[in-house]
């Protein structure tokens, strides 16, 4: 068996910078709550002063391309102005154990 065979399905990690009004709104937590039902690993957290969230999820593609794409809307307080994302190295490529997501302070 190749080592390739191993590594399982392929995976995908995206840095994304949400801004708006995106703090003070729950929207960590409703983030932690979306990337866990999609199966997916990475962090979130405030950054700046109050205008911007950062995120990096890891995990099936399709769904990483899903939780980019609901974080347009965020939870019902937040009004989301922009979502910049790129893609970085994949951490956990060669893992069957998927780390949780998790908020960072």
Do not use: C
Not at 56 to 78: D, K, N, S
């Amino acid at each position: 068996m190749a080592s390739d065979e191993k590594a399982g399905p392929p995976r995908l990690r995206l840095h994304l910078m949400v801004r708006g009004h995106v703090q003070g709104v729950g929207f960590r937590a409703w983030a932690a709550q979306a990337a866990n039902d999609l199966g997916l690993s990475g962090y979130v957290m405030n950054r700046g002063t109050g205008d911007l969230v950062e995120a990096e999820v890891e995990g099936e593609p399709a769904a990483v391309r899903r939780f980019a794409q609901i974080l347009h809307h965020g939870p019902p307080l937040a009004a989301v102005r922009s979502v910049q994302s790129r893609a970085v190295p994949v951490r956990h490529a060669h893992s069957t154990v998927v780390p949780p997501f998790v908020i960072r302070r």
